[in-house]
């Protein structure tokens, strides 16, 4: 007889264990183990040899022509931006992002415009009813796209119903984790559950050419629930960003086997929907007419495309005695405190009796090392009460012994400048030949530029 193993498999990081216990090995996460059954384990199996009994494959060079796989636009351009120029055929896509970030707000407008373009396209909903999804369309005034809509939760019901004569040119899954396979135990959500239900849907969109794009719920630090061995069987991994209190969404792309992952693409919320932002620019800069201090203009890039953001940095000094504060929103605190210990180091600044706060205007989450120079600025004009001119943009990366470092595609951040109005840069001298149509304030060092900005001759 065939003997039932148990085994208990990790909710979170899908590591599998032979008993229970409170904290998984491998993730270090508490109460996180579940009772799965596996299959039944048999003296022929224990046995088999895998190295016989199967088809040859054959094997081609890396030198066969291969042609690029074809395109199909949404029409959105932002969403296709992200995606690398379209969507493939036969391609899977996971997309995450919090509740009620606009998910499916926007996979129920790309939809809409893929399915106007006369492609057939299915929208399958686990977590809505199908008439509450037709009262969104209707009120996005997308109650006349020809989408196929379904409310359903079974995976081979799915696809059962796609199957049936052509197939979809767009198959969306809204949302993964409220998938059920009928051929594994545990309910809807587990690991199990949904590393199965998404392994059917891939094989689906492989062998059949349909597109399917998964929703997938995400966690409290931000990152999709589930397996991490979910992202690595889709194609494409997107990650729908931004604060609910703000305007803004940025869709983001982590993974892409199709295209680049430093493409990103910009929507603004409104009530009729998401909304294509063709200058992003103007979200993330404060509206001034004059210099304010402690503020600075940074020409951050996204991929290809610059962002000009405001950075913000406040020095409030405390009583003898008092331990202060140090607060980032949108850029890494790590790298204000390098900053900080560089000002203090190499340019004889103390903000050892000062609260720092840094602020990255209108909920935008810099990345790019290039805002080390901006930042300082930021943080010298707070502590010394002199503004940086507000028709300035500062860029460039600082090293621990204070020198000033040149950063990549100078020549996009400070054409995206000069486009809105700037007339001024504070950057490197490594990259003072790349702004000839600007005015240019080069420096060394980080000593030399605070000596510039507090006026030291």
């Known amino acids: 007889m065939a003997k039932i193993q148990k085994r208990f498999v990790c909710q979170s990081c899908g590591s599998v264990s032979h008993r229970w216990q409170g904290q ?10 579940v009772e799965e059954a596996s299959a039944a384990a048999t003296p022929f199996q224990a046995r088999h040899n895998l190295q016989g009994g199967g088809r040859t494959i054959a094997m081609i060079g890396l030198d066969a022509e291969v042609a690029l796989p074809p395109r199909t636009a949404f029409g959105i351009a932002e969403l296709d ?33 893929l399915a106007r373009q006369g492609h057939d396209v299915a929208y399958v909903s686990g977590e809505e009813a199908a008439d509450q999804v037709r009262l969104r369309a209707r009120r996005l005034g997308l ?30 899954i809204d949302s993964i984790q409220t998938m059920h396979s009928d051929l594994i135990e545990g309910a809807p959500g587990t690991v199990s559950q949904v590393r199965a239900s998404a ?5 689906f969109a492989k062998e059949r050419g349909t597109a399917v794009v998964l929703v997938g719920h995400v966690t409290k630090d931000g990152s999709i629930a589930g397996p991490r061995v979910l992202e690595h069987m889709v194609d494409t991994v997107l990650s729908f960003e931004g604060e609910r209190s703000h305007q803004y969404r940025i869709l983001r792309a982590i993974k892409n086997r199709f295209g680049g992952t430093d493409e990103i693409g910009v929507f603004s919320m409104v009530a009729e929907g998401l909304v294509e932002v063709t200058n992003p ?10 210099g304010v201090t402690g503020a600075t203009v940074f020409p951050a890039l996204e991929g290809t495309r610059p ?18 504060r140090r607060s980032v929103v949108g850029w890494d605190s790590a790298r ?29 989450r810099v990345q790019d090392p290039a805002a080390d120079l901006a930042v300082a600025a ?25 020198e000033l470092r040149p950063v990549a595609h100078a020549p996009l951040r400070l054409k995206e400048a000069a486009k809105l109005g700037f007339e001024r840069v504070l950057l490197p001298v490594a990259a003072r030949a790349e702004a000839d149509a600007m005015r240019v304030s080069a420096f060394r060092t980080l000593g030399q530029f605070v000596d510039h900005m507090l006026g030291r001759g």
Request: with cysteine.
């Open 307 to 324: 962002v000009l953001v405001e950075i913000q940095a406040l020095v409030v000094r405390v009583a003898s005695g008092a331990t202060p």
């Open 378 to 402: 930021a943080l010298v004009s707070a502590l010394s009460e002199r503004p940086v001119p507000a028709d300035a943009v500062a860029f460039g990366e600082i090293a621990l012994s204070g």
């Open 24 to 33: 998984c090995a491998d993730c270090a996460e508490w109460n996180t183990l």
């Open 199 to 203: 392994q059917e849907l891939i094989r």
């Open 281 to 290: 620019s103007a979200l993330f800069l404060t509206q001034r007419d004059e």
């Open 143 to 172: 109650g006349d796209a020809p989408v196929r809509l379904a409310s359903a939760t079974s995976t081979r019901d799915i696809l059962t119903t796609m199957s049936m004569g052509t197939p979809p040119r767009l198959l969306v």
């Open 336 to 364: 204000l405190a390098m900053i900080l210990a560089v000002l203090e180091a190499r340019c004889g600044l103390s903000f050892s009796t000062c609260e720092v706060y840094l602020n990255v205007a209108g909920g935008y």
């Open 81 to 113: 931006r992200a995606l690398g120029g379209g969507l493939v055929s036969g391609s899977a896509t996971l997309i995450g992002g919090d509740p009620g970030i606009g998910k499916s707000t926007l996979l129920l407008q790309a939809a809409a415009a």
